[in-house]
């Protein structure tokens, strides 16, 4: 038997394979039955060749020891004339039958149903069905901080240039600098007019003021 070919052991064995894959091509077979043996080879080369991980998947049932699965689609080993019966799933609808051993019938039908499989996406496994992240996105329950910049009160920096170097925050230290640097700019004690200078930060016993 091809390795692409899935033995089913139990009806929750053939539940969860025909759940894994879009479409499922099912070989209702039995030991005793020669027709069968005849066209496993061809089976299981149609398995090796068209099987895809998600798409069509191939299994066996033993009618004689899986009588529930095979009971579901109306098949039993009573009368040779059923035996082999294919059945190619779509989902759990049935979409096509082919009764006895029929090659040419079968190679069609699994032809058609793996060009039918190709054209849709593949089922995903269970284990990963869990939300993803996209790379480059962003998590819907984050978020985004806003930094607001601090406001400057033109009115009270056009009034008093001076005073205004007194406050914090960038806009007094930036009026300061400059202030500072026209201040000593032209003079020609640069040091001690820095000191004087209304720019000059005010302290008093080592602290700043405001």
Same mark, same amino acid.
């Given at each position: 038997?091809s =390795?692409?070919?899935? &033995?089913?052991n139990s009806?929750?064995? #053939?539940? =969860?394979?025909?759940?894994? =894959?879009?479409?499922?091509?099912?070989? #209702?077979?039995?030991?005793?039955?020669g027709?069968?043996k005849?066209?496993? /080879?061809? #089976?299981?080369q149609?398995?090796?060749?068209?099987?895809? /991980?998600?798409?069509?998947?191939?299994?066996?049932?033993?009618?004689?020891?899986?009588k529930?699965?095979?009971?579901?689609?109306?098949?039993?080993a009573?009368?040779?004339?059923?035996? /082999?019966?294919?059945?190619?799933?779509?989902?759990?609808?049935?979409v096509?039958?082919?009764r006895?051993?029929?090659?040419?019938?079968?190679?069609?039908?699994?032809?058609?149903?793996?060009?039918?499989?190709?054209?849709g996406?593949a089922?995903?496994?269970?284990s #990963?069905?869990?939300?993803?992240q996209?790379l480059?996105?962003s998590?819907?329950n984050?978020?985004?901080?806003?930094?607001?910049? /601090?406001?400057?009160?033109?009115?009270?920096?056009?009034?008093?240039?001076?005073? @205004?170097?007194?406050?914090?925050?960038?806009?007094?230290?930036?009026?300061? @600098?400059?202030?500072?640097?026209?201040?000593?700019?032209? =003079?020609? &004690?640069?040091?001690?007019?820095?000191? &004087?200078?209304p720019?000059?930060?005010?302290?008093?016993?080592?602290?700043?003021?405001g």
């Open positions: 038997m =390795s692409k070919v899935i &033995e089913i009806n929750q064995h #053939f539940k =969860s394979t025909v759940a894994s =894959s879009t479409y499922t091509v099912v070989d #209702f077979y039995a030991d005793w039955c027709p069968c005849q066209i496993s /080879p061809i #089976f299981s149609l398995a090796t060749a068209e099987s895809k /991980p998600g798409k069509i998947v191939f299994c066996k049932v033993n009618v004689d020891n899986q529930d699965v095979a009971g579901t689609y109306g098949i039993s009573v009368g040779h004339d059923s035996m /082999p019966t294919f059945l190619i799933l779509k989902g759990t609808s049935v096509e039958t082919v006895g051993a029929n090659p040419t019938a079968l190679r069609t039908a699994i032809l058609s149903a793996a060009a039918n499989a190709a054209k996406p089922k995903s496994s269970a #990963f069905s869990g939300k993803g996209t480059g996105s998590d819907s984050i978020t985004p901080k806003t930094v607001q910049a /601090p406001s400057v009160d033109w009115s009270a920096l056009m009034a008093s240039p001076a005073a @205004f170097a007194q406050g914090r925050g960038w806009p007094g230290a930036v009026v300061r @600098f400059v202030g500072l640097y026209v201040w000593t700019l032209l =003079s020609l &004690e640069p040091m001690k007019a820095a000191q &004087e200078s720019f000059t930060v005010q302290t008093s016993g080592g602290r700043r003021v």
